[in-house]
Structures are given as structure tokens and as C-alpha cells.
């Protein structure tokens, strides 16, 4: 479906319409899971768990059967998503070590600082991942620039992924509980002298790592990355979920009013490994620790939905559910995650997974539910979470200054089917094109399976074209069958991404 551009004009006369017809201006919250797959909640009937709060959101909301991160790994796709910007654009938009610098520059207009700038007091709880700093930071002073210096009025959150140093939580940029008298010293570089490592003191470690995962051991579970110091500020794995979320209902209620809106950035750190479910849901699942976290997630959403019931803002309030990249197993640690997986199924249909160019990658579980305002409904509509800036600007009567990010206002409310016309998706730094139901993946060095996660990347040798309408598993490349539709994608990508960088090859069909 072409897509008809509003413009920036339109778009805020559709939000004044909007605000004038006696509506005020709702809240927001973005409940963001990592490493969530397509099959994952039993609303999208791929798989096997039983998700009842999530599909609350999903069935009775805008379920979108093609919903899209911008990229198949995290931080690109948490940047995407609180800029309204391509991720390839930005060449230190990939997976960040807990040492990275600020990867928003402080500059720049972000989906919370527009709401700022519109009466929203804003907030993060969760994973941040997109850097702190600008290198070199003291874990141990006021750590600045971070996401109170990109729009958001509070903020507590851990600084990159629950498998990486510092395993501490930040408060408004202060290290939460931290004694000033046993700092705090992380590297990824070198072990500090004398620090355990989980090759050097395997029996220390309670949590059996598979790779990647083996350097500092916090509640013994090795990590990428070395620390010392901050024992009073590390945090408890089992209790992460439970200790987000009365971050996140503390958040709501002393916010909940209808004189002032809020928007809440409520990132999650489930599936994601290292997979620490409390004692109330370990073997809950029969499938595991991924299977136990994700039911963990399930009940966490359910207890801040009640809080928004009670807040009696539920009915003002806009919920966009999603995930930040497709799914993986083994990512790291041995937890059974392959053993007991059974017949559930976390990517559904699709093909490929977690870094991965095919559909598993970057299609993620994705609705938009508002009770009262978004009837029940399906769409298949390609929507992505970069238009979430541009479609929430038009729903305020703000202008988002995000050009990659579209208005899909009304798809986003179930009034419209109006979706983009192309997306460039990316997959650790690599990029293809989907167009209308087409997809093509451009010829990429490298191999085609990475072997430790055990997850199709969409390496090849020679270009890739799917119909996913006809194919949606991505069995059968039709390039060579279909040379004129590949010229077309091929063209259109070009265009879109530019040559430098795209790894476009000359196109050779025979």
C-alpha cells in the first residue's frame, strides 16, 4: 500500500482536532520486553505459554501482525524508538558495553523531550542500554549526560543489560545505595587484581556459563565485563522484576492526574538473559528459566495494569506493548532453554531469530491498546516503532522532527489500514528492505548460521527475495525468478540507504 505523506501542518491540525473535540491529552506508556518473540504471547497463537496479560493488551487493543523493531539486536532499536530515526544512520547504534558513552546526543529531539515540550512529565524505569556518560564515566559522582539530559523528567534504570557490568541501578543519575567508602571500578577491558573471574574461580559461579559470559561474578552469576567495589549498591537478580515494577507504580501514582499527562518508559529486562526468576515462578513454566521470566513479565504487566485501575486512569491512558528485537535460546548461559523448550514455538512462523536479518529478527509482538478509544481489532498493516514518534506528535498536535518516522496516527487507533510503504530493517549493522510484501536481503559476507545461538542470520552469497504473503517462513528466494522485482527493491534500497555502507553487490542474475 503507497503511503500518503501528512504533513507536518496537517499533522498538528489532526492533533488540535483531536484535543478540541473534549479529549484531553492521555497518557502514555511504552511497556518495552527484550528479546520477546513474535510467538511468544499466546495472543499471536504461535506458541505454547500462556501469556492472559499481555494478550489483555494484544486482543484488546490493536493487534499488529506485522509490527516491526527497527533492528534485530537492542540498543539500535531503543534508540530508534525514542528518536523516530533509522539506526544505520547513526554508526554507534549496536550492541553498547556498559562503559559506552551516551549514544543520544543530548541535542537531539527525542519522542520524550517532545512530550516535555507539550505538558508531559516523563519517565524511565528499566533497561536503559543506550550509554551513560561521555566515556570514561565515575560510578561514583552524578553521571551526566544520560536520560535526564534527553527528556526525561525521572529516571531509574540499569545502565545496560542484566548479563553486564555494573550490576547496580541508577536513580536520576546517583547510584543507587552506593557507599562512598567502597567505590565503584568497572572495565571491559582488564580484570581488576584479585577480582574473581568465572574463569578463575568456576566454583564460585552458580550459574553455568556457555560463552561470552565470563568475567566479574555477581550473586554468582559471571558477566560480560569487570567490576569492583559498590557491594551495597549491586543489585538482586531474583528481585529485579519485582523491584521495577513498584518503581513503575510509584511512578504512576504520583502522577495520576488528569490535569497533567505522563508518559512512562516502562522497559523491561525479560527474556534477556541472565534468566533470574523470583522462587514464586521458578518451574512455573515447565520449560525452563526463559519460560518462567516471561510468565514473571506476564504477571509483572498484569500488576501494573491494576495500578493504572486504580490510579482510575486506565481509560486515559495509551499502552503501546512491544519488544525490542525477536527471540533466542541460548544466549549465553546453560539454562535448558533449548532442552525444555517442547513444542512452544518463540518465533511463531518466522524464520531466523535475535540477530538475524530474516522475519524472526525484527517482527515482534506489537499492539496499541487504550480502553474506550482503540476498539478490538487485528491489523495487518506494516507499522513500525520508529513512526511511534511522528503518530504520538500528531496525536497531541506536535511536530516530531524525526523525519524517518511516519504518522500513522490513525492506523495506531484502528481507524485506518494506512501503512508504510518500505522499512530498512537492520541486524548488527547490517541492513534489507521490506517492501509492501516483499522483503529482499542484499548479498552479505559471513556465516550463515551463528553456531553458539544456534539462529539463521541471513548471510548469503547471493541476493535473497521473499514473498512473505505466499511464504511468511522465507522458504523459497524468488530473486532469480523474479530479476525485474529485485531491481525494483534493489533500486528502492539504494535509494533509501544510500551505497555506502549497503553492501550492495552488482546484480549478476543468470
Known amino acids: 500500500m503507497k503511503i500518503t505523506h501528512i504533513s507536518s501542518l496537517a499533522c498538528l491540525l489532526l492533533g488540535v482536532l483531536f484535543l478540541s473535540c473534549g479529549q484531553a491529552k492521555p497518557n502514555i506508556v511504552f511497556i518495552y520486553l527484550d528479546d520477546l518473540g513474535y510467538g511468544d504471547v499466546s495472543a499471536y497463537e504461535a506458541g505454547s505459554l500462556e501469556t492472559p496479560n499481555m494478550d489483555r493488551l494484544v486482543n484488546g487493543g490493536v493487534k499488529f501482525t506485522n509490527g516491526y523493531a527497527s533492528s534485530a539486536t537492542c540498543s539500535p532499536s531503543r534508540y530508534a524508538i525514542l528518536t523516530g530515526t533509522y539506526p544505520w544512520r547513526n554508526e554507534n547504534a549496536k550492541i553498547l558495553p556498559g562503559t559506552a558513552p551516551l549514544l543520544i546526543d543530548a541535542a537531539q529531539y527525542t519522542?520524550?523531550?517532545m512530550l516535555q515540550d507539550h505538558g508531559y512529565t516523563t519517565g524511565i524505569v528499566g533497561k536503559w542500554h543506550l550509554g551513560l556518560g561521555s566515556g570514561d564515566v565515575n560510578w561514583n559522582e552524578e553521571i551526566s549526560p544520560g536520560p535526564n539530559q534527553v527528556g526525561f523528567d525521572y529516571s531509574y534504570i540499569l545502565a545496560a543489560t542484566q548479563d553486564r557490568v555494573p550490576t547496580v541501578y541508577i536513580e536520576d543519575g546517583q547510584v543507587v545505595n552506593l557507599d562512598p567508602n567502597d567505590p565503584i571500578e568497572v572495565s571491559y577491558e582488564e580484570n581488576f587484581p584479585g577480582e574473581p573471574t568465572a574463569i578463575d574461580n568456576p566454583e564460585l559461579v552458580e550459574m553455568k556459563w556457555h560463552h561470552g559470559h565470563n568475567n566479574s561474578i555477581i550473586n554468582g552469576v559471571p558477566r560480560i565485563g569487570f567490576m569492583k567495589g559498590g557491594d551495597a549498591a549491586k543489585w538482586s537478580d531474583v528481585d529485579m522484576a519485582d523491584h521495577f515494577l513498584?518503581?513503575?507504580?510509584?511512578?504512576?501514582?504520583?502522577?495520576?492526574?488528569?490535569?497533567?499527562?505522563?508518559f512512562l518508559y516502562y522497559a523491561l529486562q525479560q527474556p534477556h538473559v541472565p534468566r533470574t526468576p523470583h522462587p514464586r515462578f521458578e518451574g512455573k513454566s515447565g520449560m525452563g528459566p526463559r519460560g518462567d521470566v516471561i510468565l514473571e513479565a506476564d504477571w509483572v504487566i498484569g500488576e501494573f495494569m491494576k495500578t493504572l485501575e486504580e490510579s482510575e486512569i486506565l481509560e486515559h491512558s495509551l499502552i503501546?506493548?512491544?519488544?525490542?528485537n525477536g527471540p533466542v535460546l541460548n544466549d549465553g548461559y546453560y539454562d535448558k532453554a533449548v532442552e525444555k523448550l517442547g513444542d512452544h514455538t518463540p518465533t511463531?512462523?518466522?524464520?531466523?531469530?535475535?540477530?538475524?536479518?530474516?522475519?524472526?529478527g525484527t517482527r515482534v509482538p506489537f499492539a496499541t491498546y487504550w480502553k474506550g478509544s482503540i476498539d478490538p481489532g487485528v491489523s495487518d498493516a506494516l507499522v513500525t516503532q520508529i513512526d511511534l514518534m511522528a503518530s504520538i506528535g500528531a496525536l497531541i498536535g506536535a511536530e516530531a522532527k524525526a523525519p524517518d518516522s511516519q504518522n500513522l496516527w490513525e492506523t495506531f487507533m484502528g481507524k485506518s489500514q494506512k501503512e508504510r510503504s518500505e522499512f530498512i530493517l537492520e541486524a548488527t549493522t547490517k541492513t534489507a528492505l521490506r517492501e509492501g510484501d516483499w522483503v529482499m536481503i542484499p548479498p552479505y559476507p559471513g556465516p550463515a548460521v551463528q553456531h553458539q545461538v544456534n539462529i539463521e542470520l541471513g548471510?548469503?552469497?547471493?541476493?535473497?527475495?521473499?514473498?512473505?504473503?505466499?511464504?511468511?517462513?522465507?522458504?523459497?528466494?524468488l530473486a532469480k525468478r523474479n530479476p525485474e522485482k529485485l531491481r525494483e527493491m534493489i533500486k528502492k534500497f539504494e535509494e533509501i540507504r544510500g551505497t555506502s555502507g549497503s553492501r550492495i553487490q552488482p546484480l549478476e542474475l543468470k
Do not use: C, W
Open 111 to 113: 519522542l520524550p523531550r
Open 246 to 262: 513498584e518503581k513503575a507504580q510509584r511512578f504512576v501514582r504520583e502522577n495520576a492526574t488528569l490535569d497533567q499527562p505522563f
Open 320 to 324: 503501546v506493548f512491544s519488544s525490542d
Open 348 to 360: 511463531g512462523p518466522l524464520r531466523g531469530g535475535k540477530y538475524s536479518l530474516f522475519e524472526a
Open 459 to 477: 548471510n548469503a552469497e547471493e541476493y535473497q527475495l521473499y514473498h512473505l504473503e505466499e511464504d511468511i517462513g522465507q522458504q523459497h528466494n
